[in-house]
């Protein structure tokens, strides 16, 4: 393939270009075309930006309305045991690490013998959670009411208190195993 250089693509266009010259003050009618053009952009252009500043600022109320609105409905952080006092707080920790001491003790134990109680166990852990959820909401819709304190203290009492029985449940059933299995001596 060749390549057309410009040299050739002008003798190839020779005798087809408009060699006339234009009519006198053709320059200025140009100038006057285009200066009217550049007034007539520069207009639009101002015609635009003024329209748009109503719309930005009333755009920007209510933005900053919305802020402050949100900011002052916010919902209060829900608070739990610890937010009460810090003997609270030191009894949330106490709790809270002897449950999962207890919950590792059970994970432990896990067997084939022992799956379905561990797994029934979990599930009314699972309850006693949710239930205790519900009672930080109460806590701080109620500004710190007693009544809920006792009740999230006893939540935390039934939890142990499920995992120790399951643990004792789980003791029984190994020792039942392992009597079952000794061979019996007759005489």
Same mark, same amino acid.
């Given at each position: 393939?060749?390549k057309?250089? &410009?040299k050739?693509?002008?003798?190839?266009?020779?005798?087809? %270009?408009? /060699?006339?010259?234009?009519?006198?003050g053709?320059?200025?009618?140009f100038?006057d075309?285009?200066?009217?053009?550049?007034?007539?952009s520069?207009?639009?252009?101002?015609?635009?930006?003024?329209?748009?500043?109503?719309? /930005?600022?009333?755009a920007?109320?209510? &933005? &900053?309305?919305?802020?402050? %609105?949100t900011? &002052?409905?916010?919902?209060?952080? *829900?608070?739990?045991?610890?937010?009460?006092?810090?003997q609270m707080?030191?009894?949330q920790?106490? %709790?809270?690490?002897?449950?999962?001491?207890e919950?590792?003790?059970?994970?432990?134990?896990r067997?084939?013998?022992? =799956?379905?109680?561990?797994?029934?166990?979990?599930?009314?852990?699972?309850?006693? =959670?949710?239930d205790?959820?519900?009672l930080k909401?109460d806590?701080t819709?109620?500004?710190?009411d007693?009544r809920?304190i006792?009740?999230?203290?006893?939540?935390f009492?039934?939890?142990?208190d *499920?995992?120790?029985t399951?643990?004792?449940?789980?003791?029984?059933? +190994?020792?039942? +195993?392992?009597?079952?299995?000794?061979?019996?001596?007759t005489?």
């Open positions: 393939m060749e057309d250089t &410009i050739d693509l002008f003798q190839n266009l020779k005798g087809e %270009f408009d /060699i006339n010259e234009p009519k006198q053709h320059e200025n009618r100038l075309k285009l200066n009217a053009n550049e007034v007539a520069v207009n639009k252009r101002k015609v635009i930006n003024l329209n748009w500043k109503p719309f /930005i600022a009333i920007a109320s209510v &933005i &900053i309305c919305l802020g402050v %609105f900011t &002052i409905n916010a919902q209060p952080e *829900v608070l739990d045991l610890a937010s009460v006092s810090p707080a030191e009894t920790d106490f %709790f809270t690490t002897t449950i999962n001491a919950l590792k003790k059970l994970n432990n134990e067997s084939p013998l022992t =799956e379905q109680v561990i797994t029934d166990a979990l599930n009314r852990i699972e309850l006693l =959670e949710n205790y959820q519900q909401t806590l819709e109620s500004n710190q007693q809920i006792y009740a999230m203290i006893n939540n009492q039934n939890r142990i *499920v995992l120790n399951v643990l004792e449940q789980i003791k029984i059933i +190994k020792e039942l +195993k392992t009597n079952s299995d000794e061979p019996k001596n005489l």
